[in-house]
């Protein structure tokens, strides 16, 4: 963050279109870094709160108010991580990322067709796939900020440890050893939009047709099933390893629950499903595939965080 000791005579602050034109940015920095829309919502409007709480003349003295902006964002985010992993161990059952619906279609939570804001979009790639981020969910906070920051935003280490009050040196330590997770983790590589469609496509038609030999054969032998419903609603509070036992807890709720329908949507940018009940979306489906087949299937049932994809 960079100051000067005041601001030239007459010179007023930065207009309200240069700063409103990081908004982008930072919803897609927080995001990443926080794994929840309706949080870095939330703290990109604390950091436009704490900019507008100072004086004309205490944000003309800014020489560079995005980057003000930025690291701000980033200590409010970093905060948030610290005591969210505090929350999770509370948590009943089972934390899952909070799904991001389609910006093509979704704005701002509101479904609709119509032109969006693209300050309202966040910017879909690779980053932001569910196997992604339950990877960055896996890293320390300081881990988390110092690798985002850094090999998705390209901020340089001196930049990051400017941003998070530590050294380069220990930015860049930290750095490494998010992406030894990433590299643990091994999370495949997106595959091609049509064929992950397709394999989905396949998975609504054999859960509509009780298929369950269908089901088994889109599904990894080793495959496993994550629900969350944060202790609001029904989920299996373990995963569910093996295709078999996903087969059939699968097949079990499709007999069961005979009003659930299953729609094609985008999650996170990759195809996925949602199921409505009733006119409303109570599960978001996200789904890992590799060669052909299912591997993970995060199954997002908490209320709390669909209601991106509810809220009309």
């Known amino acids: 963050m960079t100051t000067r000791s005041g601001p030239p ?30 949080e870095a919502e939330d703290a990109v409007q604390e950091t436009y709160a704490r900019w507008y709480a100072m004086s004309e003349r205490q944000q003309a003295a800014i020489e560079a108010p995005a980057a003000w902006l930025t690291t701000v964002a980033s200590r409010i985010c970093l905060d948030q991580l610290g005591s969210a992993r505090v929350r999770r161990e509370r948590y009943v059952g089972e934390w899952i990322p909070e799904p991001l619906p389609d910006p093509a279609t979704w704005i701002s939570g509101a479904p609709g067709g119509g032109v969006a804001d693209p ?12 196997a992604f981020l339950v990877v960055l969910d896996s890293m320390t906070p300081a881990e988390r900020v110092a690798f985002v920051l850094h090999d998705i935003f390209r901020y340089s280490f001196e930049e990051v440890a400017e941003i998070t009050g530590r050294s380069p040196a220990a930015c860049r330590k930290l750095a490494s050893s ?5 590299d643990v983790a091994r999370p495949p590589a997106a595959p091609a939009m049509a ?40 989920a299996a509070l373990l995963p569910i390893e093996g295709r078999e036992r996903i087969g059939r807890y699968f097949m079990e709720i499709a007999r069961n629950v005979a009003s659930l329908n299953l729609l094609e949507r985008t ?9 409505l009940q009733d006119g409303v979306i109570v599960t978001v489906f996200a789904f890992d595939i590799a060669d052909d087949r299912i ?16 809220t009309a």
């Open 119 to 130: 300050a309202d979009r966040v910017t879909l790639d690779e980053s932001v796939s569910m």
């Open 295 to 310: 591997t993970r299937i995060w199954a997002v049932r908490n209320p709390d965080k669909l209601r991106p994809w509810t």
């Open 9 to 38: 005579d007459g010179q007023p602050g930065p207009g309200l279109d240069v700063i409103m034109g990081e908004r982008r940015h930072l919803v897609n920095l927080a995001y990443r870094l926080l794994g929840s829309l309706t």
């Open 267 to 275: 999650v996170n940018g990759q195809p996925g499903l949602v199921g």
């Open 178 to 182: 998010a992406r030894h997770r990433l």
């Open 195 to 234: 064929g992950h469609a397709s394999v989905i496509r396949d998975f609504k038609r054999a859960w509509d047709a009780g298929d369950i030999d269908a089901i088994l054969g889109l599904l990894d032998p080793d495959a496993v099933a994550i629900a969350d419903g944060g202790g609001l609603v029904p």
